[in-house]
């Protein structure tokens, strides 16, 4: 990113390592939604020259004196987020916050990010997981932020067994969502979105309804779904501030809304009063950052690995080597109708 709404080359010295840091070669990149809002919305503000990207699968290059567990050669899972392990707020259960609200977030947002030749990794044995055997990187590059958001919305939803479950927006992050929540028990899965690709592939994680937000309101189509019942819980995973109206509107009492959608625009999120049981209605609304962390990243590979989630069907678009990042970021930039997500592996 040289500046909002530009993108270029550069060249940068290579990052040092420190005694508990590594330095990582990516093997397997993706761009992401919020490396578009960064350069093309100025979400963070204004960056200048700085190296963008946060999901990437690598190749150890160098480990600090300290680092117990990885190795050069070592393959490695490098989570979006990387957190300070040691801060008090992973003491008190929310790493993603260290030194600060949505601070475990580093990589392009407070130091480069991993579309380079070599990125650097804080707090290594914490934040790097070793991928598998039997899982290809591309699949693997998944786990850095699509898998373990989609279905931080599923946990923050609480899906439990034969819930029904709203997920609002099925780009990658909610086909995420839609996996999590039948992977954690949910009986009906209603998916709401329009591109034709994601909606297919929204079934093959175990959508049992299709609600296109194009023909209508969503919060209608719900309800006549579930003949006026409501839903136990909604996942955002698109949409805009307005969405948290239809979503406690379709709430049952009891219910739990998990947003994982970003929030760019706009001073206040509107709540309906009366449908929020003016206060009472025991409507729960969470929203947050996905967590990061090596233990957290090697459960999630093993789903992969033991073949209980396939995320290549959602790779729509692949490239080979390193000087296609560009490409491929302006094409999740333009969104073309059938993508849903571009990797570009390096050798
Ligand atoms: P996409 O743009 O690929 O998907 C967005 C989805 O929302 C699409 O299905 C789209 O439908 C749907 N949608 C758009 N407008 C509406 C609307 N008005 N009502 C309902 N649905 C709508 O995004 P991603 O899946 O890549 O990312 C989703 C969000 O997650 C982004 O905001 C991203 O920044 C955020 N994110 C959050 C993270 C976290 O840690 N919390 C980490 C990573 C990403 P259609 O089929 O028509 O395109
Ligand atoms: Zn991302």
């Not at 989609?150 to 899906?159: I, Q, R």
């Not at 194009?214 to 209608?220: C, D, V």
Request: glycine share 14%.
């Amino acid at each position: 990113m040289k500046r909002i709404g530009e993108t270029g080359w550069i060249e940068k010295e290579k990052p040092k390592c420190g005694p508990l840091d590594a330095l990582v070669r990516p093997i397997a990149i993706s761009p992401c939604s919020s490396d578009v809002h960064t350069v093309w919305k100025g979400a963070l503000g204004n960056r200048h020259d700085m190296i963008l990207g946060h999901e990437a699968v690598g190749e150890v290059i160098e480990v600090g004196e300290y680092v117990r567990d990885f190795r050069p050669g070592d393959r490695v899972v490098v989570p979006a987020i990387t957190p300070d392990w040691n801060s008090l707020e992973a003491q008190g259960g929310y790493s993603m916050h260290s030194g600060g609200m949505l601070s475990g977030w580093k990589f392009s947002n407070f130091k480069d990010g991993v579309f380079a030749e070599c990125f650097h990794v804080n707090d290594a044995d914490g934040n790097m997981a070793h991928l598998p055997e039997g899982v290809s990187p591309e699949a693997a590059v998944m786990l850095c932020d699509m898998i373990p958001t989609g279905f931080h919305g599923a946990e923050l939803a609480e899906v439990e067994y034969g819930d029904t479950v709203c997920v609002i927006g099925i780009g990658p992050v909610g086909l995420m969502s839609v996996a999590g929540s039948a992977l954690r028990g949910a009986s009906r899965i209603m998916a709401v979105g329009s591109r034709p690709d994601c909606i297919k592939i929204a079934g093959e994680y175990g959508a049992t309804d299709i609600i296109n937000y194009r023909n209508g309101s969503i919060l209608e189509q719900a309800m006549k779904l579930t003949e006026n019942k409501g839903v136990d819980r909604v996942i955002i995973a698109g949409g805009d501030n307005d969405t948290f109206i239809d979503a406690v509107k379709m709430l049952k009492p009891g219910g739990k809304i998990g947003n994982v959608n970003y929030l760019g625009e706009g001073e206040y999120i509107r709540i309906p009063r009366t449908d929020w049981g003016n206060g009472m209605g025991h409507k729960t609304i969470a929203g947050g950052l996905m967590p990061g962390g090596r233990r957290r990243v090697e459960k999630l590979a093993s789903l992969i690995k033991y073949g209980k989630l396939d995320p290549e069907k959602m790779l729509t678009h692949r490239f080979e080597g390193f000087g296609h990042i560009e490409e491929a970021l302006l094409l999740m930039k333009d969104k073309p109708k059938d993508l849903i997500k571009p990797v570009v592996t390096i050798k």
